[in-house]
């Protein structure tokens, strides 16, 4: 049977809450967050102890205006309270343990109670009915299942609007083109890096993914630029969303893309977005750039009260042409923690990206080494270039290896040694890329 076509412009039912009139979503959100936060301080000591020193009462909490008054989370009060400790459920109600992937250290445990999953797979659902998913599609996804919420994450709400789901997960990449070619998928998740990888192993296979029905791609867990989706968008044939979630709010869902892939859609009936300043913890209007923090509203395994994210974005102003009322935040470019200080001055490894997707010839495969020579820091940035390039004149080479440095210069103010690799040199990841490789002694 072929793909039923989605009726045109009728958004899926459960994605009805995305449209919601501002001031009732604003009732919801209120009322949700009396109850979250009365949940919160009656089981978690963490919560009732923070709330006692700065003298608020759950009571004090009327209005989702109200959530500034609240204590914040961060990453650390999930370790110190390692496994369960911050558990509002009893651990009969809990129905599922998750732990983060761990990029920065030891892992975190997160709990959901059938409530809980049910959320879960109301947000992907409507992640995926704003990508143009319906029944009838076939989804290969390939995001790791295990503890790490993506795979499982995903599952769920891909069978509840009706897709077909093929629970492949991360890794064994010859397998996963056979089953895209053989099965006719037509949409796949994974991290934006693993997909890169697998579009060159496709390439070597002789598979030509613009042949295949694929035709939509949702990509996250690890920031990629809009360089990089164009990339990805023209060689594979497809339209590439970013999806975005964390393990302590929820896992991936917390927001996704729509149909104008501009800016992720929140879903702040259930998670309630702020924009702080990260060194005065002051909230920030809708707009400005700072730390995103989210507060749980329906959680009840493990409700989170204005936790920090470290991940820096803006709330977007203007309304989407979508239609939809719940509100964008802008594409993550980084996180607090992702940045690296060289010679003074701050660098994202994204800056780097947008300078080396510009030019042509470069593939989307790079590292960034920090080394140390007699006491100052260094920065080498290794590019893989295509074949062509590197079987050219040496001529070629230089002429594109100072042209990046040049361009990664104009961005970051400093001096980087660019080395062009041949295609297939940098280590390829499963999940979530490792882009900076830091050889510097003293940190
Ligand atoms: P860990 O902190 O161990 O990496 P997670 O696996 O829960 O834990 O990863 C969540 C983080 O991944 C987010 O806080 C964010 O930094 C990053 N991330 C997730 N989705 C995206 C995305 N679409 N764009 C950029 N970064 C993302
Ligand atoms: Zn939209």
Same mark, same amino acid.
């Given at each position: ?6 009726? @045109? ?29 009365? /949940? ?30 609240? =204590? ?18 009893? *651990?009969?109600?809990?129905?599922? /343990? ?12 997160? %709990? ?16 995926? @009915? ?15 299942? +295990?503890?790490? #919420? ?13 897709? #077909? ?18 099965? +006719? ?37 690890? =920031?990629?630029?809009?360089? *990089? ?11 590439? $969303?970013?999806?975005?979630?964390? &393990? ?18 929140? $879903? ?33 395994? *493990? ?19 979508? +239609? ?14 992702? *940045? ?23 593939? =989307? ?10 006491? /100052? ?18 001529? %070629?080479?230089? &002429? ?15 001096? @980087? ?13 499963? +999940? ?12």
């Amino acid at each position: 049977m072929t793909p039923s076509s989605a009726p @045109a412009g009728i958004p899926h039912p459960a994605s009805k809450p995305d449209f919601m009139p501002r001031d009732e979503l604003r009732e919801l959100q209120s009322a949700r967050l009396r109850e979250v936060v009365q /949940l919160a301080y009656q089981n978690v000591a963490l919560y009732r102890d923070r709330m006692d020193v700065l003298g608020v009462k759950p009571s004090d909490i009327r209005t989702i205006n109200d959530v500034v008054r609240l =204590p914040m989370t961060v990453k650390t009060d999930l370790r110190d309270t390692y496994p369960f400790g911050m558990f509002a459920a009893p *651990m009969a109600e809990v129905v599922r /343990l998750h732990a983060s992937s761990g990029t920065t250290g030891k892992p975190i445990v997160v %709990a959901y109670t059938q409530s809980d999953l049910d959320v879960w797979q109301n947000v992907i659902l409507r992640a995926l @009915a704003g990508y143009g998913l319906h029944q009838g599609d076939i989804l290969q996804n390939a995001y790791g299942y +295990g503890l790490f #919420t993506g795979g499982l994450g995903l599952h769920y709400g891909a069978e509840a609007l009706g897709a #077909t789901v093929i629970p492949i997960s991360g890794g064994n990449t010859d397998r996963q083109i056979m089953v895209m070619k053989d099965f +006719g998928v037509s949409a796949i998740s994974c991290t934006p890096s693993y997909f890169l990888h697998l579009l060159d192993r496709a390439e070597e296979m002789g598979v030509d993914l613009r042949e295949l029905p694929l035709r939509t791609g949702f990509f996250g867990a690890e =920031p990629w630029t809009d360089a *990089m989706r164009q990339r990805i968008e023209a060689s594979a044939g497809i339209k590439a $969303f970013d999806i975005y979630g964390l &393990t302590e709010i929820i896992g991936p869902g917390v927001g996704a893309e729509c149909q104008y892939q501009n800016g992720l859609h929140i $879903f702040e009936d259930h998670f309630y977005p702020e924009i702080i300043n990260p060194d005065t913890l002051e909230p920030l209007p809708d707009g400005r750039e700072g730390e995103l923090v989210f507060t749980t509203l329906t959680k009840r395994g *493990m409700p989170m009260l204005r936790y920090r994210t470290r991940d820096i974005t803006s709330i977007m102003t203007e309304t989407c042409a979508c +239609g939809r009322t719940i509100r964008r935040i802008a594409r993550i470019s980084h996180r607090s923690d992702d *940045m690296f200080i060289i010679r003074g001055v701050n660098v994202f490894p994204s800056q780097i990206e947008t300078a080396l997707m510009a030019a042509e010839g470069t593939l =989307p495969h790079y590292q960034i080494v920090l080394t140390r020579q007699r006491d /100052l820091d260094q920065i080498e940035v290794w590019v893989e270039v295509t074949s062509d390039v590197f079987s050219d004149r040496v001529g %070629a080479m230089e &002429t594109l290896q100072s042209k990046l440095a040049r361009q990664i210069e104009r961005t970051i103010g400093i001096r @980087a040694a660019v080395r062009l690799v041949e295609p297939h040199s940098i280590t390829r990841s499963e +999940g979530k890329a490792k882009r900076v490789i830091d050889k510097r002694e003293l940190k």
